[in-house]
């Protein structure tokens, strides 16, 4: 008889558990979305949108600065860590804007910087897998961001002409 009674206990603590973790994980795509954009255009004018924010950082020396003639997963990344001041400033967010001319997309991606200090002190590696932008493994956290400050990050054009552009606001 004891044994029957904890038997609606426990499913009823099983069906309370999965609720809040459905809820959770609801809430944790909700803000994702609500934190994160992102948007592929198919352009003709994407190279002109691409090329003029380049153009806006002109000068300036990117803080990882990929080097080599061959495609991206053959370049070696110089990471120029004399541009960390310290304190140079609040970052807020990141933006990643990368444009395909085959495919004459210009992707664009701002994240907020909070969601890459979530990374701790693992190092950001650029490791996709996917076209032309491949196994290019960093030491750079979060934290190296956050002392470089606002500013070009990346601006890296492949032998093809695919581009990457990042920077910190």
């Not at 004891?2 to 206990?9: C, T």
């Not at 973790?21 to 948007?39: D, K, M, T």
């Not at 002392?147 to 990042?166: D, K």
Request: charged fraction near 25%; avoid cysteine; charge should be negative.
């Amino acid at each position: 008889m004891a044994r029957r009674s904890w038997i609606p206990i426990v499913i009823g603590v099983v069906i309370f558990v999965a609720i809040v973790g459905i809820g959770l994980i609801a809430g944790a795509i909700y803000l994702f979305s609500r934190q994160v954009e992102f948007q592929t255009v198919e352009t003709a004018h994407g190279e002109q949108e691409f090329r003029k924010l380049q153009a806006s950082f002109e000068g300036q020396t990117p803080f990882i600065e990929l080097t080599g003639d061959g495609e991206f997963d053959e370049a070696r990344a110089i990471v120029h860590r004399e541009l960390a001041k310290g304190n140079a400033g609040e970052v807020s967010t990141v933006h990643i804007r990368i444009w395909s001319p085959e495919e004459r997309k210009l992707v664009s991606l701002d994240l907020p910087f909070w969601m890459v200090r979530l990374m701790g002190s693992k190092p950001i590696n650029f490791e996709t897998g996917e076209g032309g932008f491949s196994r290019v493994s960093l030491r750079v956290t979060a934290e190296d961001l956050e002392r470089r400050g606002p500013g070009l990050i990346m601006n890296y054009t492949a032998p093809r002409g695919e581009s990457l552009l990042i920077w910190l606001e």
